[in-house]
């Protein structure tokens, strides 16, 4: 083999640009979990971010011994907090049979139980229900 070729490795792949756009993912990645962690606080606890970089060598001629490598990279960002909230089924009076929830909205408590205020801290009127404007 002449000295004009040396091993492959990744710096090497296309130049190196491969190199750079899996250290452009790794940082994309990082900065994905990190801003997760500010937005979402202790409901972000077990949440992941990943960054795949996949190889594939594909034998292009055998007489040649020629091989193309392909050098992709993806980037996953974790998903948004699962919600979980209550609402009851109940038959309203003009005969609907559906999910009902407070007029404030649905939350984890059941609906059954009164709110003082909103997620948001808005204030609720304990007689009807309804989130009251300031």
């Keep these: 083999m002449s000295r004009t070729y040396i091993p492959l490795e990744l710096g090497l792949i296309e130049e190196g ?3 750079k756009a899996v250290n452009d993912d790794l940082k994309a ?3 994905a979990i990190a801003a ?6 202790d409901r972000a606890e ?3 971010a990943e960054m795949n970089l ?3 060598f594909k ?3 055998v007489d040649t011994g020629m091989v193309s490598i392909k050098g992709t990279t993806k980037v996953v960002s974790p998903t948004r907090p699962a919600s979980v909230s209550m609402a009851m089924s109940e038959e309203d009076d003009e005969g609907f049979m559906g999910l009902f929830v407070k007029k404030s909205g649905s939350e984890a408590a059941s609906p059954r139980q009164g709110s003082l205020c909103t997620q948001a ?3 609720v009127d304990s ?3 309804e989130v009251l404007k300031p």
């Design 46 to 48: 077990g949440a992941k």
């Design 29 to 31: 990645a990082h900065q």
């Design 17 to 19: 640009e491969l190199l």
């Design 36 to 41: 997760y962690m500010e937005e979402h606080g």
């Design 54 to 56: 996949k190889i594939t």
């Design 121 to 123: 801290g808005e204030a």
């Design 59 to 61: 034998v292009e001629n």
């Design 127 to 129: 007689e009807t229900g």
